[in-house]
C-alpha cells in the first residue's frame, strides 16, 4: 500500500512549493500519477514503480515555463 508513501510525497511538495495544493485522489489497481495543471508528470502504471525520492519535485522544476 502506497498510501504513506503518497501522504509523504504531497506534504513534502506542499512545503517546497510554494501555493501548492496537493490533491491525493484514491483509486485502484495500483495507480500512482502526478499532474501539475493537467500534464501527467509522473506514472507508476507507465514506469512499474513509485517515484524516487526528491524525483516529482525534479520533474515539477523541468516542466516550469
Given at each position: 500500500n502506497y498510501a504513506?508513501?503518497?501522504a509523504g510525497l504531497a506534504a513534502e511538495l506542499e512545503s517546497?512549493?510554494?501555493?501548492?495544493?496537493?490533491?491525493l485522489v484514491e483509486g485502484s489497481g495500483g495507480r500512482f500519477e502526478v499532474?501539475?495543471?493537467?500534464?501527467l508528470l509522473f506514472s507508476k502504471a507507465a514506469l512499474?514503480?513509485?517515484p524516487?525520492?526528491?524525483?516529482?519535485?525534479?520533474?515539477?522544476?523541468?516542466?516550469?515555463?
Open positions: 504513506s508513501q503518497a517546497s512549493f510554494d501555493g501548492a495544493s496537493v490533491t499532474t501539475v495543471d493537467g500534464k512499474d514503480r513509485f524516487a525520492y526528491q524525483e516529482i519535485p525534479k520533474l515539477i522544476f523541468e516542466a516550469a515555463p
